[in-house]
Antibody, heavy 122, light 109 residues
Framework: EVQLVQSGAEVKKPGESLKISCKGS????????IGWVRQKAGKGLEWMGI????????RYSPSFQGQVTISADKSTSTAYLQWSSLKASDTAMYYC???????????????WGQGTLVTVSS | QSALTQPASVSGSPGQSITISCTGT?????????VSWYQQLPGKAPKLMIY???NRPSGVSNRFSGSKSGNTASLTISGLQADDEADYYC?????????FGTGTKVTVL
């Protein structure tokens, strides 16, 4: 069974750094793109970025380029989303997602993690 | 890139059909046959309903169908049921990333 299990909720202060994780299981982690989606409370979905663990090819939405870093560790089948300096506006639910198509960025996202709630407040 | 444009809300009575539009540009919706649709129930993670414009994943009801014309994609829900009440989002592949739609709240009257 394919699963994406995300790390738990975080409460941070502005300016702090953070790295959240998403562990994939039940499939070949290196052959599917894995991405991150942001959803602020009561708002819509936002496409943040995506990584191909097989070769670490990473693509970012222009809105998130330079604001976050996406990485993946093949040895532990885990993807990461990190911030070097959080802002209050980063408060949101973050979902990791798996691309449906083998080795391709097409086909939508067929599996979603349970979400990680990040709260940034002084 | 800007979010794809969807109507904020669409409603219908049980048994009726409704259609949700998703308008983009030639750089996203119009340029590729890689539009997907997601259903999000309250408090839940989204669920893939349609991929590559008109394909249904295994287990998704055939009451859900997708199409595309030019820069606009559409999701049609036929035989509307109470448990179809949810938020729906479209999404498109772009050459360097991807983009979601603004979202549509579907209400079953």
């Amino acid at each position: 069974e394919v699963q994406l299990v995300q790390s738990g909720a975080e409460v941070k202060k502005p300016g702090e750094s953070l790295k959240i994780s998403c562990k994939g299981s039940g499939y070949s982690f290196t052959t599917y793109w894995i991405g991150w989606v942001r959803q602020k409370a009561g708002k819509g979905l936002e496409w943040m970025g995506i990584i191909y663990p097989g070769d670490s090819d990473t693509r970012y939405s222009p809105s998130f380029q330079g604001q976050v870093t996406i990485s993946a560790d093949k040895s532990t089948s885990t993807a990461y989303l990190q911030w070097s300096s959080l802002k209050a506006s980063d408060t949101a639910m973050y979902y990791c997602v798996r691309g449906r198509s083998v080795a391709a960025r097409t086909g939508g996202f067929d599996y979603w993690g349970q979400g990680t709630l990040v709260t940034v407040s002084s | 890139q800007s979010a794809l444009t969807q109507p904020a809300s669409v409603s219908g009575s049980p048994g009726q059909s409704i259609t949700i539009s998703c308008t983009g540009t030639s750089s996203d919706v119009g340029g590729y046959n890689y539009v997907s649709w997601y259903q999000q129930l309250p408090g839940k993670a989204p669920k893939l309903m349609i991929y590559d414009v008109s394909n249904r994943p295994s287990g998704v009801s055939n009451r859900f169908s997708g199409s595309k014309s030019g820069n606009t994609a559409s999701l049609t829900i036929s035989g509307l049921q109470a448990d179809d009440e949810a938020d729906y989002y479209c999404s498109s592949y772009t050459i360097n990333s991807g983009v979601f739609g603004t979202g549509t709240k579907v209400t079953v009257l």
